[in-house]
C-alpha cells in the first residue's frame, strides 16, 4: 500500500494517531476535521497515499470512487441532507495535507 511516512493522514489510515472513525470502507475512511469550521466537518480520505484528488484521479479511479460513495454514506447519517464536499487542490487553494481528502461540510446535523 503506498504510504508517505512523513504524512499526518498516512498515520492516522495506519492507526499511529487514533482518531476516532465515523466510517470506513476497503478503500477509504472518514474522522471528523480537527477543527471544524461548520456544523458538520468531516473528512473523507483514501487509505493509499495520494497528494491530491487529481493524482487519485488519475492513479486510481476507484480509490475516488470509494472516497465519494463513503461522503455520501456520512453525509446522509451526520448531515441534514445537504452538504458540500470540497477538495482543495494546491497550497494556494488552501491545501494544508498534501495527501488527497474530502471535506464534507454542512450547516445543519442531523438531529
Ligand atoms: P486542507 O487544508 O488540506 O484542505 O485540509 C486539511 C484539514 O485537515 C484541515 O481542515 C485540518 O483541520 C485537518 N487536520 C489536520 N491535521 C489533522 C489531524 O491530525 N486530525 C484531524 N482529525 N484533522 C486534521
Ligand atoms: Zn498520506
Redesign the pocket.
Known amino acids: 500500500m503506498a504510504r508517505d511516512l512523513d504524512c499526518?493522514?498516512c498515520k492516522?489510515v495506519a492507526g499511529e494517531?487514533s482518531?476516532p472513525l465515523l466510517g470506513s470502507n476497503e478503500l477509504a475512511i472518514a474522522?471528523?476535521?480537527?477543527?471544524?469550521?461548520k456544523p458538520v466537518?468531516i473528512?473523507v480520505v483514501p487509505r493509499e497515499h495520494h497528494a491530491n484528488v487529481v493524482e487519485l484521479a488519475e492513479s486510481s479511479p476507484e480509490e475516488l470512487h470509494a472516497v465519494v460513495s463513503l461522503a455520501n454514506q456520512m453525509a446522509k447519517q451526520f448531515s441534514g441532507g445537504s452538504f458540500r464536499l470540497?477538495?482543495?487542490t494546491g497550497a494556494e487553494?488552501?491545501?494544508?495535507?498534501?495527501h488527497a481528502?474530502a471535506?464534507i461540510t454542512s450547516e445543519t446535523a442531523k438531529a
Open positions: 499526518i493522514f492516522i494517531i482518531t474522522f471528523r476535521d480537527i477543527a471544524p469550521r466537518h473528512l470540497t477538495f482543495n487553494a488552501g491545501q494544508t495535507v498534501f481528502h471535506h
